[in-house]
């Protein structure tokens, strides 16, 4: 008889090939799925055994269908969102085999058994070492994922008053197995894309900078430096539910040749809008105070001396920078482009302008 199971997965994740495990030094190694017995022990050596009505059936795995599908969505999700450098089924060997595969891979391991969740107790060391068993996988995750992975799965059924956001610390001084639910848990992916968004409004632009990179990257946009990268996070960052959608909204950052859209170029670079821009191509070079306060003041000043509102200002001027009509605030693109960048695309702008007119 011959078994064979087809399945179908992406060919990279965040520029990343998914074939490739890359367990890195500093990584944790965590355990997805049920709990570990000595049902599946001596598994792979007794498949290659002659059987009879007399055979021992004690390695033999008792099957949790329920437990299994929770860890395959868990794991399909984390996958899609970056969260694991490797991972691997603990079949033949069990532990010992997984995590001595990442382990080769990364330069070594430090493993604590005695965290592993047990069916029931008086297990040897060495049995939970090789208790094998195809519905529990090993995966590596980064020390930066770590803390939004491990708080999202921790408040599966359990809850400490209306707290959401968790440190280490926390976790472990509030956590008890009295306040964790009786009901079955229910994995909401909304709910994991929300963490993701509180922890990358409270991580630092720095390593911001560092994870948007390889989003970047499958964007064609690589190269970058590290100091423009986290001035492009800190723009970002409120607006961004996960480092996908960051990426997708930061591309103009990258490029001072913007492609209009026919639509937006009509409706904003109208003779009115067209004028805000040749202002301030002019006024720019001479303008003293390029910060923040002295954008906002440059603008409304504008607006006043045209009897206009401010938005009517903005709005043309936004297009122009960003081929876009949302984006962050128009002062905090002027000041991360640097007023050298804002005036090519100004005149990049009228440029175009001058071209489709004719």
């Given at each position: 008889m011959f078994v064979a199971c087809l399945g179908i997965m992406p060919r990279e994740v965040h520029g990343q090939p998914t074939a490739e495990k890359?367990?890195?030094?500093g990584d944790w190694i965590l355990m997805s799925g049920g709990r570990v017995g000595k049902d599946g022990i001596h598994g792979v050596t007794a498949s290659s055994e002659s059987y009879s009505e007399h055979t021992?059936?004690?390695h033999v795995q008792i099957g949790d269908p329920y437990t299994q599908k929770k860890m395959h969505d868990f794991l399909l999700e984390a996958r899609d969102r970056g969260y694991i450098t490797f991972i691997t089924d603990n079949g033949g060997g069990g532990l010992s085999s997984s995590i001595g595969e990442s382990a080769?891979?990364?330069?070594?391991?430090?493993?604590e058994l005695e965290k592993v969740p047990l069916k029931y107790a008086g297990l040897d060391v060495w049995e939970i070492w090789v208790s094998e068993s195809q519905e529990r996988m090993t995966v590596a995750v980064s020390p930066e994922q770590r803390a939004q992975l491990v708080n999202y799965l921790v408040r599966l059924g359990w809850a400490h008053g209306d707290q959401e956001i968790f440190?280490?610390?926390?976790?472990i001084r509030y956590f008890d197995l009295g306040a964790v639910g009786k009901s079955a848990a229910i994995f909401n992916p909304e709910k994991l894309l929300w963490l993701n968004q509180q922890y990358i409004k409270g991580a630092d632009n720095a390593r911001l900078g560092q994870e948007l990179a390889p989003f970047l990257a499958e964007r064609g946009i690589e190269k970058t430096d590290s100091a423009f990268l986290e001035k492009v996070a800190a723009d970002l960052r409120a607006r961004s539910k996960t480092f996908i959608e960051m990426a997708d909204a930061s591309t103009f950052y990258f490029n001072d040749i913007i492609d209009y859209d026919p639509a937006l170029a009509e409706k904003f670079f109208d003779n009115e809008g067209t004028l805000y821009l040749e202002l301030l191509e002019k006024q720019l070079p001479g303008m003293q105070d390029y910060s923040k306060e002295g954008i906002e003041v440059f603008l409304r000043r504008l607006a006043?001396?045209?009897g206009v509102k401010l938005k009517n200002v903005v709005q043309p001027i936004r297009v122009a920078l960003t081929g876009k009509t949302v984006s962050p605030g128009i002062d905090e693109v002027?000041?991360?482009?640097?007023?050298?960048r804002v005036l090519k695309r100004i005149k990049n702008a009228l440029r175009f302008l001058e071209t489709e007119g004719a």
């Amino acid at each position: 008889m011959f078994v064979a199971c087809l399945g179908i997965m992406p060919r990279e994740v965040h520029g990343q090939p998914t074939a490739e495990k890359c367990p890195q030094p500093g990584d944790w190694i965590l355990m997805s799925g049920g709990r570990v017995g000595k049902d599946g022990i001596h598994g792979v050596t007794a498949s290659s055994e002659s059987y009879s009505e007399h055979t021992p059936a004690g390695h033999v795995q008792i099957g949790d269908p329920y437990t299994q599908k929770k860890m395959h969505d868990f794991l399909l999700e984390a996958r899609d969102r970056g969260y694991i450098t490797f991972i691997t089924d603990n079949g033949g060997g069990g532990l010992s085999s997984s995590i001595g595969e990442s382990a080769r891979l990364a330069g070594g391991a430090s493993v604590e058994l005695e965290k592993v969740p047990l069916k029931y107790a008086g297990l040897d060391v060495w049995e939970i070492w090789v208790s094998e068993s195809q519905e529990r996988m090993t995966v590596a995750v980064s020390p930066e994922q770590r803390a939004q992975l491990v708080n999202y799965l921790v408040r599966l059924g359990w809850a400490h008053g209306d707290q959401e956001i968790f440190s280490m610390e926390e976790l472990i001084r509030y956590f008890d197995l009295g306040a964790v639910g009786k009901s079955a848990a229910i994995f909401n992916p909304e709910k994991l894309l929300w963490l993701n968004q509180q922890y990358i409004k409270g991580a630092d632009n720095a390593r911001l900078g560092q994870e948007l990179a390889p989003f970047l990257a499958e964007r064609g946009i690589e190269k970058t430096d590290s100091a423009f990268l986290e001035k492009v996070a800190a723009d970002l960052r409120a607006r961004s539910k996960t480092f996908i959608e960051m990426a997708d909204a930061s591309t103009f950052y990258f490029n001072d040749i913007i492609d209009y859209d026919p639509a937006l170029a009509e409706k904003f670079f109208d003779n009115e809008g067209t004028l805000y821009l040749e202002l301030l191509e002019k006024q720019l070079p001479g303008m003293q105070d390029y910060s923040k306060e002295g954008i906002e003041v440059f603008l409304r000043r504008l607006a006043d001396e045209n009897g206009v509102k401010l938005k009517n200002v903005v709005q043309p001027i936004r297009v122009a920078l960003t081929g876009k009509t949302v984006s962050p605030g128009i002062d905090e693109v002027m000041i991360t482009l640097g007023k050298e960048r804002v005036l090519k695309r100004i005149k990049n702008a009228l440029r175009f302008l001058e071209t489709e007119g004719a």
